[in-house]
């Protein structure tokens, strides 16, 4: 079946400076990749999704690429700030009629003031 | 949009009871909900798949008979957990998957947090 493996699993970076998470997948079949941030207690946010037929998508500060090839996505965010904080996970979707996601283990990131 | 609710938000419960967390999708019309858990600092564990209308698929190792699901509607599911024992304490979140354009995206509900004493 589907495997996400996330790395970092913490990154601590300085106010002002980008962050990258990387996952990789192992279905070549997947096709979705969304990101979620969540903050402590409180639920997943979708913060970005990319499909396989992009390889790069860009949301203000934020961006996602995807290497079909390789099977990998990052997540690049770009001037963090002390707001950005939280847990980020990637997922990626299961090809069949379910539309599961399977979700990498976490990056907890802590933008330092 | 695609706001799902989540009730309650927190129940705390003797061992040997059951619990019924309540998933709503408030303003779209959920095709399927699921079912997750999460430890603390751990990711999300997909329990099951909801499809309104037909039985709960559940992912391995998940006991079907300890964890009820109904989907009734195509904006309500619930989950029962049955018998609680504190193993069982967990934060538990339900997604919603809408029709339409963009069908793989997920929305969260805000987690319940169970407690088993």
């Known amino acids: 079946g589907e495997n996400v493996e996330q790395h970092p699993s913490t990154l601590s970076v300085q106010e002002g400076d980008s962050a990258v998470i990387k996952c990789t997948y192992s279905?070549?079949?997947?096709?979705?990749f969304p990101w979620y941030k969540q903050e402590l207690g409180k639920r997943p946010q979708l913060i970005i999704d990319?499909?396989?037929?992009?390889g790069e998508k860009k949301d203000q500060r934020i961006a996602v690429t995807l290497n079909k090839t390789a099977k990998h996505f990052s997540l690049h965010i770009t001037e963090t700030q002390p707001e950005d904080s939280a847990v980020y996970f990637c997922?990626?979707?299961?090809?069949?009629?379910?539309?599961?996601?399977?979700f990498g283990s976490g990056t907890r990131l802590l933008v330092r003031p | 949009g695609a706001v799902v609710s989540q009730h309650p938000s927190r129940v705390i419960c003797k061992s040997g009871t059951s619990v019924k967390i309540e998933c709503r999708s408030l303003?779209?019309?959920?095709?399927?909900m699921f079912w997750y858990r999460q430890f603390p600092k751990q990711s999300l564990m997909l329990m099951a798949t909801?499809?309104?209308?037909?039985?709960?698929?559940?992912e391995q190792g998940v006991e079907k008979d300890k964890f009820l699901i109904n989907h009734a509607s195509l904006t309500l599911s619930t989950l029962t957990v049955t018998s609680a024992h504190p193993e069982d304490s967990s934060f538990y979140i339900c997604s919603a998957r809408g029709r339409g354009g963009g069908t793989d995206t997920q929305y969260f509900g805000p987690g319940t947090r169970l407690t088993v004493l």
């Open positions: 303003d779209f019309q959920a095709t399927t």
């Open positions: 909801s499809n309104e209308g037909s039985k709960a698929t559940y």
């Open positions: 279905d070549s079949a997947s096709n979705y």
């Open positions: 990319i499909r396989s037929n992009v």
């Open positions: 997922a990626a979707s299961i090809k069949d009629s379910s539309y599961k996601l399977i």
